[in-house]
């Protein structure tokens, strides 16, 4: 009797998948537009990219690549990302630990408040860094009388980068040990691990793949901010132009090797960023 009950509802389940399915001219469809879309709007400007970085040949792209204003470019870029992630690491961790461990006054506005960088444009955020830190700004004489420089140097483009990542790895975190729960970690402290312990024996392992992900985001961005930088930076060639910034002046002085080689690293960070991603999501699975 199981067995047919069984069987019955099998055959009941298959044909309401057929007639719940769609023909195949549309799933073949939707694959072919998916694809399409993918190789006009991504694979094909990666290509250029590569071709026009490479139109004069390998010597002529390392030779760009080689100059100084190239160089500093590609160490202040480095630079504001080896700050970057590690505060918002140290912050994305705090505050997911905050937010799903505690309550407290002012829960959700904090919630709402690492929401924030996704819902402003970088530029007016680093608009809002120049009101706040410029020579015209709230804090602007005081800085201007202790002889401290934040915007139009490198001080300013970290803070910017900070402003625009800082959502990264604790948007990943949050949701992950929400679903985690907090039972592990009750029952480390009832045997007498501390809080310390408890973190690196019982959470970190739980959380090591989420936070790998989140950190991978957050470098990415770092590395790729334009808008906000471009604001705060001043565009001093040799000083505070970032590898994006770098890529637009060479290109406004019809320097097109100059520039798309400098793209291509950006491009090559963007394909290194997306295999790593997705071996992520795989681990994460």
Sequence with gaps: MNAITSSGLAEQGARRQISLGDPSWVKWALITVTVGFIFLFLCLPLAVVLVEAFAKGWQAYGAELAQPDAQAAMKL????ALVTVPLNTVFGIAAAWAITRFEFPGKSLLTTLI?????VSPVISGLIF????GAQGWFGQWLSEHDIKIIFAVPGIILATLFI???FVARELIPLMQEMGS???EAALSLGAGGWKTFFLI???NIKWGLL???????????GEFGAVSVVSGHIRGLTNTLPLH????YNEYNFVGAFASASILAGLAIVTLILKSMLEWKKR
């Design 183 to 185: 039972e592990e970690e």
């Design 247 to 250: 890529v637009e002046v060479s």
């Design 115 to 119: 929401d924030l960088p996704f819902s």
């Design 130 to 133: 120049v009101l706040l830190f």
């Design 203 to 205: 959470t970190l392992p």
């Design 77 to 80: 870029t480095l630079l504001t």
């Design 165 to 167: 990542t800082f959502p």
């Design 213 to 223: 992900y989140g950190i991978l985001l957050c470098n990415a961005r770092a590395m």
